[in-house]
């Protein structure tokens, strides 16, 4: 049984950093796709980042590429998700979750099955 676990979030200024980690428990393969994803309240999901559980295959949404970096530590069980440059627009709740491949539309929220609770972030101006 997978679980997965949200830590990292808080209140940064614009311009600020975070590093958001999901904690990953149970039995996964290095070839599932984990994703973060945000969302606010009234909005579809976004798709955020996304990785194979093992290193190899990273995947961005556009609005964040070049800022946030998602990096798994298989080692230790864990995903992060360095979030730098950050802007009032980062501003939501962020999940992570998992799926068995990365392949074809890898931020269809409804592809995935297991979940975590998620972490809020906060970004002031």
């Known amino acids: 049984q997978v679980q997965l676990a949200e830590s990292g979030g808080g209140s940064v200024r614009t311009g600020g950093s975070l590093r958001l980690s999901c904690a990953v428990s149970?039995?996964?393969?290095?070839?599932?796709?984990l994703t973060w994803f945000r969302q606010t309240p009234g909005k579809e999901r976004e798709g955020v980042a996304a990785?194979?559980?093992?290193?190899?295959?990273?995947y961005y949404a556009e609005s964040v590429k070049d800022r946030f970096t998602i990096s798994p530590d298989r080692a230790k069980n864990t995903v992060y998700l360095q979030m730098n440059n950050l802007k009032p627009e980062d501003t939501a709740m962020y999940f992570c979750?998992?799926?068995?491949?990365?392949?074809?539309?890898?931020?269809?929220?409804?592809?995935?099955?297991?979940w975590g609770q998620g972490t809020q972030v906060t970004v002031s101006s």
């Open positions: 990785t194979l559980f093992g290193a190899g295959r990273l």
């Open positions: 149970g039995g996964i393969d290095s070839q599932m796709c």
């Open positions: 979750a998992i799926r068995d491949h990365c392949k074809g539309i890898w931020a269809r929220s409804t592809d995935y099955t297991y």
